[in-house]
């Protein structure tokens, strides 16, 4: 059985007029790639700046490693590592006195070696004493990914890891992901408004929208779950909605344009479908089950 | 053990930055301007405060300006702005860190956000004491080094104080301990400033501003102020340090060694600008323990 290593339940918070974060719950597993999917301003920040105990929570509880983030904060944390948005580091600083001082900070003591061997893994031996100001942006965030990491957390939480990167450096990105879950064992968080990033790296994935959990699941029961989302063009959107709407079937049926309708049904049904809509004498353009992540989330979100 | 580590990693930042070295810059070429200006129009300088008596006594100006009168006169002109130098560094304590960005990565770490405020208080504690032992060895020995020593003679007014040479360098030693707790106490309201800003600039600009402003209030010497804010304002009783030249006498006017004319006056200071620094201290740490951190 897989450990829960992130338990959260009821969580909100408001700023103002703006709810934020609104009565979301979500549980990420021990080892798995967590993709924390949703447009920008959807709450994916103001959630993970929970996690990391930045923002006092208005409502709900949070559980890390089995225990009550407020009563034992120190402890999750000293078990956690994090990059939240850019990772802005001190640009006086080396990266070497970035990664002492991140290490200090996550009460470890390390030495001159194993900083470097942490520069290395993430290929910046080399810049070790250049000040990050003359860094790049993937520079930048793949020496946030060490300082993340120099304590060898159980748990890393990244929010938009590929923000301001070129396509090399989301590769490499990807793959440092994949390979700390695969090889190293870990469990990661990992937000993005990216969804083909998502459905590279990640096992599990919450989508929100609002502050509000649209979705949760593993990516390929979501993507390919019992009940599909079914796309359906015909000339005669009325008629049809009318037959579809007669069935119980099939849910949640809207138009999307005016020859498309977009509905809920379990896929193994699809022919019986096709012999409805037949039998009704409508003709026909696509059937069409919805597979993509992003036609998932955009469905989902009603975007 | 994890202040001392907050501690050591405040420091290292502070030490790091070359905005820290202005300040140590801009001091000793204060200092030094003023013991040129001395050097070569000591007398005149002197004068300016001796008009009203010369025709009483002969000055001996010669030997008035020494060193430990110039480090006097040094402290007058510019422990008055040296709060602007302790701004520039505390004001953007946390302030600095939320504008970087770099607040929210700290915070995310296994440690306790009164201790972060704290080690950031006694890191500017420490840069002020370090401020003023570098302001002591250029003014104070710096001078003594060019004027060389002699009797302090110290002007009140119309009064003159005139010290020993041997009971000078304890008055010193207790005017920089005072200035000390003077500039700490303007680090306090920066840090506080600090704690509610996300620019570095607010902060140190709000600083300079109330200090700017209580300075005037206080120079105004009219009643209104005089009897409600003047006793209570931390810029009133920053000046205190000056009352350890100021030396009781008997009645024939022979200063007694060791003395200072008001001691009730120095302690009171001291106790205000504790009370001062006590409460930015305590206001900073309620406010950032339940802060949002947005940055």
């Known amino acids: 059985m897989m450990n829960t290593i992130i338990r959260v339940k009821n969580l909100s918070k408001r700023f103002g007029d703006l709810q934020a974060v609104d009565q979301l719950s979500f549980s990420v597993s021990a080892g798995e790639v967590y993709g924390f999917l949703g447009q920008n301003g959807a709450g994916k920040s103001t959630t993970i700046r929970m996690l990391l105990t930045l923002i006092e929570p208005d409502e709900g509880e949070i559980e890390i490693f089995g225990l009550n983030l407020r009563q034992h904060r120190k402890e999750i944390l000293k078990r956690t590592g994090a990059v939240i948005e850019r990772p802005d580091l001190y640009k006086y600083l080396s990266a070497f006195d970035n990664l002492r001082i991140f290490a200090r900070l996550s009460g470890m003591k390390a030495s001159r070696k194993q900083l470097m061997d942490q520069l290395e893994m993430v290929g910046l031996a080399e810049r070790a004493n250049s000040r990050v100001k003359t860094y790049s942006q993937g520079m930048k965030q793949r020496l946030?990914?060490?300082?993340?990491?120099?304590?060898?957390?159980?748990?890393?939480?990244?929010?938009?890891?590929?923000?301001?990167?070129?396509?090399?450096?989301?590769?490499?990105?990807?793959?440092?992901?994949?390979?700390l879950s695969r090889d190293g064992g870990k469990t990661l968080l990992v937000s993005s408004h990216l969804l083909s990033e998502m459905e590279m790296m990640a096992s599990s994935l919450l989508i929100i929208d609002n502050g509000r959990k649209v979705a949760e699941g593993k990516l390929d029961e979501l993507l390919n779950p019992k009940t599909a989302l079914v796309e359906l063009a015909v000339t005669d959107t009325r008629a049809a909605r009318q037959l579809l709407g007669q069935t119980d079937w099939i849910h949640n049926i809207h138009e999307k344009s005016i020859r498309l309708l977009r509905f809920e049904m379990e896929k193994s049904r699809i022919p019986e479908l096709t012999r409805l809509l037949v039998s009704g004498g409508l003709d026909i353009q696509s059937i069409r089950p919805v597979h993509s992540l992003e036609e998932y989330f955009l469905a989902q979100t009603g975007k | 053990m994890m202040f001392i580590t907050l501690l050591r990693i405040e420091l290292?930042?502070?030490?790091?930055?070359?905005?820290?070295?202005?300040?140590?810059?801009?001091?000793?070429?204060?200092?030094?301007?003023?013991?040129?200006?001395?050097?070569?129009?000591?007398?005149?300088?002197?004068?300016?405060?001796?008009?009203?008596?010369?025709?009483?006594?002969?000055?001996?100006?010669?030997?008035?300006?020494?060193?430990?009168?110039?480090?006097?006169?040094?402290?007058?002109?510019?422990?008055?702005?040296?709060?602007?130098?302790?701004?520039?560094?505390?004001?953007?304590?946390?302030?600095?860190?939320?504008?970087?960005?770099?607040?929210?990565?700290?915070?995310?770490?296994?440690?306790?956000?009164?201790?972060?405020?704290?080690?950031?208080?006694?890191?500017?504690?420490?840069?002020?004491?370090?401020?003023?032992?570098?302001?002591?060895?250029?003014?104070?020995?710096?001078?003594?080094?060019?004027?060389?020593?002699?009797?302090?003679?110290?002007?009140?007014?119309?009064?003159m104080h005139l010290m020993n040479q041997q009971d000078v360098l304890w008055r010193f030693f207790a005017a920089f301990v005072f200035a000390a707790l003077a500039l700490t106490t303007i680090a306090a309201m920066a840090l506080m400033f600090s704690a509610f800003s996300e620019n570095s600039l607010g902060p140190i600009v709000a600083t300079v501003c109330v200090v700017i402003v209580f300075t005037i209030v206080q120079q105004l010497k009219v009643p209104l102020f005089e009897q409600t804010i003047n006793p209570w304002s931390f810029t009133t009783h920053m000046l205190g340090w000056k009352g350890f030249f100021y030396v009781e006498k008997t009645a024939e006017g022979v200063t007694i060694d060791g003395s200072v004319e008001n001691p009730a006056s120095l302690v009171k200071s001291a106790g205000v600008l504790l009370g001062y620094i006590l409460l930015f201290l305590t206001v900073t740490v309620q406010y950032f323990k339940r802060k949002d951190i947005l940055s």
């Open chain 2, 12 to 159: 290292f930042k502070i030490f790091k930055r070359p905005r820290t070295y202005i300040a140590f810059g801009a001091i000793a070429m204060i200092v030094l301007l003023v013991q040129l200006a001395l050097k070569v129009n000591g007398k005149d300088f002197i004068q300016l405060y001796t008009d009203s008596q010369s025709d009483t006594f002969e000055i001996p100006y010669e030997s008035m300006n020494n060193g430990y009168f110039v480090c006097v006169a040094v402290l007058h002109m510019i422990l008055i702005h040296v709060p602007l130098l302790v701004a520039l560094i505390a004001g953007d304590m946390i302030s600095g860190e939320a504008g970087l960005g770099t607040l929210r990565l700290v915070v995310g770490k296994p440690i306790g956000r009164t201790e972060l405020i704290l080690s950031k208080f006694m890191a500017s504690t420490i840069y002020v004491v370090m401020l003023l032992v570098w302001m002591a060895i250029f003014a104070l020995f710096g001078s003594i080094l060019l004027f060389g020593s002699g009797d302090l003679v110290v002007f009140r007014e119309e009064n």
């Open chain 1, 144 to 179: 946030g990914l060490a300082c993340a990491l120099v304590h060898d957390p159980g748990l890393i939480i990244l929010d938009e890891p590929t923000n301001g990167l070129d396509p090399q450096g989301i590769a490499e990105m990807r793959e440092m992901i994949i390979r």
